[in-house]
């Protein structure tokens, strides 16, 4: 987000607003021709109009329109404050997640090493998170393709010497089957 021409909105707001002593016919640039004026916020403030940055003291506009441009910038500024602010708590809300995910000590993982099939499969109770081909020979048909992966299986297109599954579940880890495992930090 911008916040230079929001910033620049709420300054200009909020200097038109402290120069209530001003008639509403009188315009800005007779305003500041005073000396003794010249050096007030009001007269120093730039804006932008039509893609042309120029001081406020520069222009003929009046008082009352320059009172409603502050009031259409504090508006816009507002606006973006309020989108800022909403985008802030969806980040909140978000990093609050994540943490949550991270701080999940009952979290089991292990890998199965699978041989010579082309299926890889989770025990019961856990859900598949990753499966590579591990080992392969050209005189065994070499490298082969990942077909599917979900939740319950990976399939390769073909059987393969050696696939690692990698299987998580919440909560501790079930006792060991007769596939063989690898150790979780692997």
Do not use: W
Request: proline residues 3%; charged residues 20%; negative net charge.
């Amino acid at each position: 987000m911008q916040t230079k021409p929001l910033l620049a909105g709420l300054g200009l707001s909020l200097l038109l607003a402290g120069c209530s002593t001003l008639s509403d016919g009188q315009t800005v640039a007779e305003y500041c021709s005073d000396p003794e004026r010249a050096g007030e916020g009001l007269c120093q403030l730039k804006v932008d109009i039509n893609g042309v940055e120029t001081q406020l003291s520069q222009t003929n506009l009046s008082v009352s329109e320059a009172r409603r441009l502050a009031e259409s910038a504090a508006e816009a500024a507002a606006a973006a404050q309020a989108s800022a602010d909403a985008a802030q708590g969806s980040a909140d809300r978000a990093m609050s997640v994540a943490n949550q995910a991270l701080s999940m000590s009952d979290l089991s993982c292990e890998t199965r090493v699978l041989n010579q099939t082309d299926t890889g499969t989770c025990r019961d109770g856990y859900t598949l998170m990753g499966c590579s081909q591990t080992r392969y020979t050209y005189r065994a048909g070499g490298l082969s393709f990942l077909r599917e992966v979900n939740d319950e299986q990976c399939r390769f297109n073909s059987q393969v010497l050696e696939m690692h599954v990698r299987c998580c579940t919440a909560g501790p880890g079930l006792p060991p089957d007769d596939a063989t495992l690898m150790d979780a930090d692997s």
